[in-house]
């Protein structure tokens, strides 16, 4: 069974930055595209940032430009690292790994809290 495990949230002031990592199960990680979601309870899951097997970048216009998404098939991990943190920013963080529509993997999530 495949397993997704996203870590790294926490508490943290504006202005700060945390770094997330989803580490999947897979032995051909590589293969597949990587997509972090977040969900606050005001709102649905909305699409934060995403990044192809080619390593093509794509992210949401709220985070462009403070968040960097990145990914080393060889630890099976891939990485969300946020900077200049607002309020705003607080929710779940999801990770989605997917090949195709078949093979699309879930993480529990990890919660992201910015308040002063």
């Known amino acids: 069974q495949v397993r997704v495990v996203e870590s790294g949230g926490g508490l943290v002031q504006p202005g700060t930055s945390l770094r997330l990592s989803c580490y999947a199960s897979l032995d051909d990680f590589w293969v597949y595209d990587i997509t972090w979601y977040r969900q606050s309870p005001e709102s649905q899951r909305e699409f934060v940032a995403t990044?192809?097997?080619?390593?093509?970048?794509t992210y949401s216009d709220s985070v462009k430009g403070r968040f960097a998404i990145s990914r080393d098939d060889y630890k099976k991990t891939a990485y969300l690292e946020m900077n200049m943190l607002t309020p705003e920013d607080s929710a779940v963080y999801y990770c989605n790994v997917v090949f195709s529509p078949q093979n699309s993997f879930w993480g529990q999530g990890t919660q992201v809290t910015v308040s002063s």
């Open positions: 990044i192809a097997t080619s390593g093509t970048k």
